[in-house]
Nanobody
Framework: DVQLQASGGGLVQAGGSLRLSCAVSGASIDDYTIIWFRQAPGKEREGVSCISSSDGKIYYADSVKGRFTISSEHAKNTVYLHMNGLKPEDTADYYC????????????????WGQGTLVTVSS
């Protein structure tokens, strides 16, 4: 089966940066739409960024636009989320997910999920 492993979370000061990794095994990242979600304590799950398998188009939530960047490294079959200018409100458990659908959607179900990695931003 397809497996996703999210990593790279940690504790960072406000204004700092982190790079999250989503390593995919069992399939090429080119065959899946890859999306990053996050869920903070007491809050609903939020779509953060997505890259579509159909054309490589990328999408960002308004809350992270201009600060976060999604990218891929095919040699490592890995999708990254570069997070800059981190704010305390970015604190959340971050998950990557993969889906067969060729276009991104914040609301649809995705077939495969990573375990998640915790990002904590101190004020």
């Amino acid at each position: 089966d397809v497996q996703l492993q999210a990593s790279g979370g940690g504790l960072v000061q406000a204004g700092g940066s982190l790079r999250l990794s989503c390593a995919v095994s069992g399939a090429s990242i080119d065959d899946y739409t890859i999306i990053w979600f996050r869920q903070a304590p007491g809050k609903e799950r939020e779509g953060v960024s997505c890259i579509s398998s159909s054309d490589g188009k990328i999408y960002y939530a308004d809350s992270v636009k201009g600060r976060f960047t999604i990218s891929s490294e095919h040699a490592k079959n890995t999708v990254y989320l570069h997070m800059n200018g981190l704010k305390p409100e970015d604190t959340a458990d971050y998950y990557c997910a993969a889906g067969w659908y060729a276009i991104c959607s914040w609301s649809r179900a995705y077939e495969y999920w990573g375990q998640g990695t915790l990002v904590t931003v101190s004020s």
